[in-house]
């Protein structure tokens, strides 16, 4: 079973509005990704951080999706203006070393945009 | 750009048939295969996983055969089972300390009894 908490498991949104979800990554593991999966289960990777540091983001993160990783505190995904395409399902995984041996998916947050 | 592609898009099979799962890359740098299964309304999990340096993975009912030199792999399943029902993703990653995936388009299973 996996140790990664994302809440809330179901969100719905309307039009423009902000959407946010959270993650508590599996105890000691400092890398957090975040993944969307649409209607059609294509998997997009979104960000992922080190600790609190950005390692990678796609570019449509860097403009409606913000994400953070405080110290002590969840990781959160955050839609400042949800749009229908955003509907879709959205992961959070946590990995011990960075790698993907280690990474482990979280029950996921599915968003739904009307 | 898809770089990992799965193929059958769906698959039907009788209970204890091999099912047959084929998976393509075109990054030669890719160094890591996990397979991923998703049941409905969950989330994904890992399955089972292989290197390159293999060509062959073996977990109970489940094997990951491997071609390098032709970037194919495949999944069987043997004595398939009603609880293998689920769709199946083919992934990669590009090495070294990235767990950042690459996801095929899935094959959805269905085992019937």
């Known amino acids: 079973n996996s140790k990664v908490i994302q809440t809330p498991r179901y969100l719905v949104k309307g039009q423009g509005q902000k959407a946010k979800m959270r993650c508590i990554p599996e105890?000691?593991?400092?890398?957090v990704f975040w993944y969307q999966q649409n209607k059609n289960n294509e998997f997009k990777f979104l960000i992922n951080?080190?600790?609190?540091?950005?390692?990678?983001q796609i570019d449509m993160t860097e403009k409606r999706f913000s994400a953070e990783c405080p110290s002590n505190s969840p990781c959160s995904l955050e839609i400042q203006s949800s749009e229908a395409g955003d509907s879709a399902l959205y992961l959070c995984?946590?990995?011990?070393?960075?790698?993907?041996?280690?990474?482990?998916f979280g029950s996921g947050t599915r968003l739904t945009v009307l | 750009q898809q770089q990992v592609r799965q193929s059958p898009q769906s698959l039907t099979v009788w209970e204890g048939e091999t099912a047959i799962l084929n998976c393509s890359y075109e990054?030669?740098?890719?160094?890591?295969f996990p397979w991923y299964w998703q049941f409905p309304r969950e989330s994904p999990a890992l399955l089972i996983a292989?290197?390159?340096?293999?060509n062959k993975k073996e977990d109970g009912r489940f094997t990951i055969f491997f071609n390098k030199r032709e970037k194919k792999l495949s999944l069987h399943i043997t004595d398939s089972q009603p609880g293998d029902s689920a769709t199946y993703f083919c992934?990669?990653?590009?090495?070294?300390?990235?767990?950042?995936?690459?996801f095929g388009e899935g094959t959805q299973v269905t085992v019937i009894s």
């Open positions: 990054d030669s740098t890719f160094d890591y």
């Open positions: 995984a946590s990995s011990l070393t960075g790698g993907p041996e280690t990474l482990y």
């Open positions: 992934a990669s990653n590009t090495g070294g300390l990235s767990g950042k995936l690459t």
């Open positions: 292989i290197r390159p340096v293999s």
């Open positions: 951080f080190q600790n609190q540091e950005v390692l990678q």
């Open positions: 105890k000691g593991h400092p890398v």
